[in-house]
């Protein structure tokens, strides 16, 4: 389902898409792209969008009003009663649409407290509907807080052969991603505190034999260590509560997701590997979405081990919080370093290969059968090279240490 279905002139695609972008940005989705999917006809998959939405916004124009397609789809929401009209040019709606009060934006601008365009906004908010926990009907579903839309494409997934410490395990191949959103941070520690208040989880460590944590020499697993846990085996301070979430496992992460899709009435999960590098990329191809090098005032990780042989940096010898050092290019905060995240895939050793040899896959989920699950991103305690955008590592989905946690995937 969508919740707005935007009908336009293709003459008038440069306009329409300030306006699907404010349409989004205020977290409602919306179908506007015409591109057509391999093995669907045009008329067929623009129908199927047009009946899947909750309302449809017509943007009225010098070519909208003698486009045959943009007056059937228009005619369509009129007889449903969910239709909002613009007007982006100073001209008379087609014969059955001039006493429909349509919201001037021909002056418009891109200025959003433009009072036309609030009304736009108003009447949509009054159309789309969405649920509440006791699935009582109430209007305006917006995007869940700090989470960003991620526009689909294809993108050059892995590494060359020409990058420095690279893995066997990143060959290059192509992905095409749909749209979806990711939380701009990793899930922190009071986020986990508020689903264990509400649900009495107990985690694989609390279940099993504790997690692993650096004592300064060793990595070595401790009884009683679990997500309430730092790096060093020690409770979080209040001050830490920020601090991504660790010692937890894909067990957990995926139980996290599956608490807060059924308590918000949306739909969580772990991004797959495949949307995590895309996401982190943010549309480079170099090692990191930084460029050529990563230095300790861009990303938390041990700056004894440079990338490349550049210049030592800083190491914290912790966590930091999630909202620390600059995004990269999409507004997604420390997908290099701080902690590994869990994606859901499983991992596979000649998956990438596997892939190669299709062409474009789309929307890989990783193969069907391991065991171990995947982790991105690199950590407070790793060197530069594992930093990497294209970095894979993996383990068991109960595994659990002080350098694991997650962020979160949304699709409407």
């Keep these: 389902m969508y919740d707005i279905f935007v009908s336009y002139a293709h003459e008038d695609e440069l306009r329409v898409r300030s306006i699907v972008a404010e349409l989004e940005r205020l977290g409602w989705t919306v179908f506007w792209d015409r591109s057509i999917p391999v093995g669907k006809t045009w008329h067929s998959y623009i129908e199927q969008a047009l009946l899947a939405a909750h309302s449809v916004v017509v943007v009225w124009s010098e070519f909208s009003i003698i486009s045959e397609w943009v007056i059937e789809e228009a005619e369509y929401a009129k007889g449903k009663k969910i239709l909002v009209p613009l007007l982006i040019d100073t001209v008379q709606p087609p014969f059955g649409f001039r006493r429909i009060q349509a919201a001037n934006l021909s002056g418009w601008n891109n200025d959003k407290s433009h009072q036309e365009f609030q009304k736009c906004l108003d009447a949509l908010a009054s159309i789309v509907p969405s649920h509440d926990d006791l699935g009582r009907y109430i209007p305006f579903s917006p995007t869940p807080p700090d989470f960003v839309l991620l526009r689909g494409n294809i993108f050059t997934m892995g590494s060359p052969a020409s990058e420095v410490d690279r893995s066997d395990d990143e060959i290059q191949h192509q992905v095409k991603v749909s749209d979806f959103y990711l939380s701009k941070y990793p899930v922190t520690v009071a986020d986990f505190r508020e689903f264990v208040e509400a649900t009495r989880y107990r985690t694989d460590a609390e279940k099993g034999d504790g997690s692993y944590a650096w004592d300064g020499k060793t990595w070595e697993k401790r009884s009683g260590i679990n997500w309430r846990y730092g790096v060093s085996g020690s409770l979080r301070p209040q001050s830490e509560e920020n601090h991504p979430v660790l010692h937890v496992s894909w067990n957990d992460a995926v139980a996290y997701c599956d608490w807060l899709s059924k308590k918000s009435g949306k739909k969580f999960r772990l991004p797959t590997e495949a949307e995590w590098e895309y996401a982190c990329r943010a549309g480079t191809t170099t090692p990191f979405n930084t460029g ?83 982790l991105r991103g690199g950590y407070w305690y790793s060197n530069a090279r594992r930093c990497r955008s294209a970095f894979r590592n993996s383990y068991a989905p109960d595994h659990r240490s002080d350098y694991a946690g997650f962020r979160l995937a949304f699709v409407p």
């Design 292 to 374: 050529e090098n990563l230095t300790t005032d861009q990303a938390n990780y041990d700056g004894n081990y440079p990338y490349n042989n550049n210049e030592k940096g800083e190491y914290s010898k912790n966590t930091v919080a999630v909202d620390s050092f600059a995004p990269n290019a999409w507004g997604l905060y420390n997908m290099h370093g701080n902690v590994y995240e869990w994606c859901g895939d499983r991992y596979g050793g000649n998956y990438y290969e596997e892939c190669k040899t299709k062409g474009t896959v789309e929307n890989p989920v990783g193969p069907e059968t391991g065991s171990n699950r995947v």
